[in-house]
């Protein structure tokens, strides 16, 4: 079956809530870099918004489906298929980069590699807008589903030795496209240090 027949859990058609809500209320700024951006629905609103956005993902699929949505949306932006544990590909520095949905699929090797790459497209006192998967989400969401992450594990990673500061961790839901319809988030917004 091909990738473009199977709609994907997080293929909902719209944007996460708790990342247009962090829009209306102006907390996103300058150019952004959507991490695992899928279909593009969060990118989109945020150039709809008037951002320069950047998306990056490694499904050919969903990439083609993003550009589609901006073509059709009349909106700039671009969309590239690539590894978000490659950043070092992007010659950009971005004010506020977006992960709604990846960091909990890395393993604790990888997650290093994502950090080295943050930092690497992250201005000082830039932001990211990190959406994970919470340790309060039962575990039979899915056999083969991400990890669950929790908040000290997000201390953890984010911290001043690794170049970031956490600034605030609040729960939050994920839109799925599933039965359930949603699943308990983390809300993390993550400040890069000097």
């Given at each position: 079956m091909s990738e473009q027949a199977v709609l994907m859990p997080w293929d909902v058609s719209q944007p996460q809530p708790a990342i247009q809500a962090l829009a209306e209320a102006e907390q996103m700024i300058g150019d952004v870099l959507d991490l695992g951006c899928g279909t593009g629905e969060n990118g989109l609103m945020l150039a709809s918004r008037g951002h320069m956005v950047w998306g990056i993902?490694?499904?050919?699929?969903a990439i083609s489906q993003a550009r589609q949505k901006a073509a059709e949306?009349?909106?700039?932006?671009?969309?590239?298929?690539?590894?978000?544990?490659?950043?070092?590909?992007l010659g950009e520095g971005f004010h506020t980069v977006i992960d709604s949905g990846l960091f909990h699929f890395f393993s604790?090797?990888?997650?290093?590699v994502y950090l080295a790459g943050l930092r690497h497209v992250m201005f000082s006192d830039s932001r990211l807008?990190?959406?994970?998967?919470?340790?309060?989400?039962?575990?039979?969401l899915g056999a083969h589903g991400p990890r669950r992450i929790q908040r000290s594990t997000l201390r953890k990673c984010f911290s001043a030795a690794q170049g970031f500061k956490v600034l605030q961790i609040e729960p939050?839901?994920?839109?799925?496209n599933t039965e359930a319809g949603s699943a308990k988030a983390w809300l993390a917004v993550i400040q890069r240090l000097e």
């Open positions: 993902d490694a499904s050919e699929s949306r009349e909106l700039e932006a671009t969309f590239i298929v690539g590894d978000a544990l490659n950043l070092t590909i604790d090797a990888e997650r290093e807008f990190l959406l994970c998967l919470s340790d309060r989400e039962a575990a039979d939050a839901e994920y839109l799925l």
